[in-house]
């Protein structure tokens, strides 16, 4: 049987990582130290003998056995990561390079989970692969990218200098259930407020664009690719290429939770980039994937699960 570590496995994105992984016969190792994360997002996985929890935080070295990792730690929303930035650069950084030594010894692949914004505010639209990106070395959202982007660089160094097994995924605008009610994500952040009745806070015009992927097209996509060759590393774009502005977004949301809400606007925070879209091309050829599941059906799991939760 696998054994598979999964840092950042109590958040969102991880839980339904591991999820997954206890569905398919691993054996999962879940590592978090509960920055972001919580014990309700695991908790119907504690009785399982194929998984364990484990409080820890990956600056600090890690020493266990495994066969494949995925990195996932990291707080991912601005609120988050920005509430103490230089422990999320020290996370992405000396987090990484403490998971990439465990592979080295243990000879684990190693998935790390990155992120569109590695492009910052971009000039290439969509964005492919191989463009470097527009990033403020020095803003608010630094801690976050460069650590990113840092950690990248040691994943294709690890991979030259030590062969190590790696892939990189960038992940673009995710959303679903688990999402954390309070971290200040525009998805999460709307249907709560349509669900409250309360004004829905849109930054700047509302014209700047995302395109938002479901979570299971998501966490197929990292399985797809933590099974894929040798040759495969990435980084590859994995996201939904259907773009929306945040004002469309909004009404989406009103309409499919029947809310009375207004819109307000709200100053639009330093450093948005204007637009987002990923070029899925390298995944579909690569991975043969594709995002299934469209907006609608996305939001109306996500309203059904804010409408149980909150
Ligand atoms: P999340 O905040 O729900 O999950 C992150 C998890 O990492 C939490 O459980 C948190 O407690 C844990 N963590 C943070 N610092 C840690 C540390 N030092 N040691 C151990 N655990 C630590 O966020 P998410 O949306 O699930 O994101 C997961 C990963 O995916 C992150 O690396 C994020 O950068 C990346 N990502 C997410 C999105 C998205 O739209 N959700 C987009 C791009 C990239
Ligand atoms: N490391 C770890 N678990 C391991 C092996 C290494 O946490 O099983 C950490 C170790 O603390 C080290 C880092 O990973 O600081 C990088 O390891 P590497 O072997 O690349 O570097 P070195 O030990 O030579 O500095
Ligand atoms: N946003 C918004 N209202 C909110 C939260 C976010 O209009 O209540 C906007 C935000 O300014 C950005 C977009 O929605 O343009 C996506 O924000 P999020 O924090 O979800 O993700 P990211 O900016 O990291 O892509």
Redesign the pocket.
């Known amino acids: 049987m696998e054994k598979v570590l999964v840092?950042?496995g109590?958040?969102?994105?991880?839980s339904h990582l591991c999820d997954r992984l206890i569905a398919s016969g691993a054996d999962v190792l879940c590592?978090?130290?509960?920055?972001?994360?919580s014990k309700a997002n695991i908790a119907h996985l504690q009785n399982n003998p194929y998984f364990e929890l484990m409080r820890?935080?990956?600056?600090f070295p890690l020493y266990v056995e495994v066969n494949a990792i995925f990195n996932?730690?990291?707080?991912?929303s601005p609120i988050?990561y920005q509430h103490d930035p230089v422990q999320t650069t020290k996370?992405s950084v000396h987090?990484a390079i403490n998971m990439l030594g465990l592979a080295k010894r243990t000879r684990a692949t190693i998935l790390q989970?990155s992120?569109?914004e590695v492009y910052g505010d971009p000039e290439v639209h969509p964005q492919t692969e191989d463009y470097w990106g527009k990033v403020n070395p020095i803003g608010p959202r630094s801690c976050y990218d460069e650590g990113k982007r840092c950690a990248e660089t040691l994943f294709f160094d690890y991979h030259r200098q030590h062969q190590l097994a790696i892939k990189v995924v960038r992940?673009?605008?995710?959303y679903g259930p688990r999402m954390?009610p309070n971290d200040g994500r525009v998805v999460s952040n709307f249907i709560v407020q349509a669900l409250r009745g309360e004004d829905i806070t849109v930054y700047g015009s509302g014209e700047q664009t995302r395109s938002f992927c479901y979570v299971d097209d998501l966490i197929e996509a990292m399985l797809r690719m933590m099974k894929s060759p040798a040759n495969i590393t990435g980084p590859v774009n994995i996201g939904n290429p259907v773009e929306v502005t945040m004002l469309e977004l909004a009404e989406r949301v009103i309409n499919l939770t029947g809310s009375k809400s207004k819109l307000c606007f709200k100053p639009l925070p330093q450093d948005d980039p204007k637009q987002r879209r990923p070029d899925i091309s390298f995944a579909k050829s690569a991975l043969q994937w594709e995002p299934k599941v469209t907006l609608e059906d996305g939001l109306k799991a996500t309203i059904d699960y804010f409408r149980r939760t909150i």
């Not at 820890?56 to 600056?59: L, V, Y």
């Open positions: 840092t950042g109590a958040g969102f994105l991880g590592v978090d130290n509960f920055f972001t994360g820890h935080d990956i600056t996932l730690a990291c707080p991912a988050h996370t987090g989970a992120t569109s992940i673009f605008n995710t954390h």
